[in-house]
């Protein structure tokens, strides 16, 4: 299977402020039809998750631009610009380049 | 709008039976494959199964196969996960999600189902 290591597990940042989210597959996450299959996820408290990002860097309908994706093969980051109160949740990246499907194991925003 | 409605959790003891429904609209059900995503509490998600659009291919996690049967009726528009021979490792929130063919992620999901396995 392939293992997603997502860091840190959790974050704490002040309004106003910038953060990045790391992930990195235990293999490639190029698909033979040259595509890179990560993506990316928030889940709010209580809330079931929601699209953010498709294919490493494509922002979801309604997505800010203070939300950016980046990488290859098996580095892929998430960069959050001047946070804002409403990002607050768990982040999950997921590859679906290979079976079985996997997720980061999440990372937590919190607002200071 | 696209929705995804699930139901038919609950409690249920181990080794017995419970089937999953996921009502779709908002959306051409029978152009995109579906899957079923879940979470332990306080833990994080873990893809399932999937299904293709017109329900010819299936995909299950390892812990699941022989147990778990993804299907779907193209004409109801509903998604089913029928989970048989129940385990306490199975007790978690249960989502349905459009597994979006061109972009290969899981554009939308429903609100979760909650499932216990328990005594």
């Known amino acids: 299977d392939v293992v997603m290591t997502q860091t840190p597990p959790s974050l704490s940042v002040a309004i106003g402020q910038s953060v990045s989210i790391s992930c990195k597959s235990s293999?490639?996450?190029?698909?033979?039809?040259?595509?890179?299959?990560l993506h990316w996820l928030l889940q709010s408290s209580g809330r079931s998750p929601k699209r953010l990002i498709y294919q490493v860097s494509n922002l979801d309908s309604g997505v800010p631009d203070r939300f950016s994706g980046t990488g290859s093969q098996k580095d892929f980051t998430l960069k959050i610009s001047r946070v804002e109160a409403k990002d607050l949740g768990v982040y999950y990246c997921?590859?679906?380049?290979?079976?079985?499907?996997?997720f980061g194991s999440g990372t937590k925003l919190e607002i200071k | 709008e696209v929705q995804l409605v699930e139901s038919g959790g609950g409690l249920v003891q181990p080794g017995r039976s419970l089937k999953l429904s996921c009502a779709a609209s908002?959306?051409?059900?029978?152009?995109?494959?579906m899957a079923w995503v879940r979470q332990a509490p306080k833990k994080g998600l873990e893809w399932v199964a999937t299904?293709?659009?017109?329900?010819?291919?299936?995909y299950y996690r390892d812990s699941v196969k022989g147990r778990f049967t993804i299907s779907r009726d193209n004409a109801k528009s509903t998604l089913y996960l029928q989970m048989d021979s129940l385990r306490s490792e199975d007790t978690a929130t249960y989502y349905c999600?459009?597994?979006?063919?061109?972009?290969?992620?899981?554009?939308?999901w429903g609100q979760g189902v909650m499932v216990t396995v328990s005594s």
């Open positions: 997921a590859q679906t380049t290979h079976f079985p499907l996997t």
């Open positions: 999600a459009r597994h979006n063919y061109y972009y290969g992620d899981f554009d939308y």
């Open positions: 299904i293709s659009y017109d329900g010819s291919s299936t």
């Open positions: 908002g959306f051409t059900f029978s152009d995109y494959n």
């Open positions: 293999q490639s996450l190029v698909y033979s039809d040259g595509k890179t299959y």
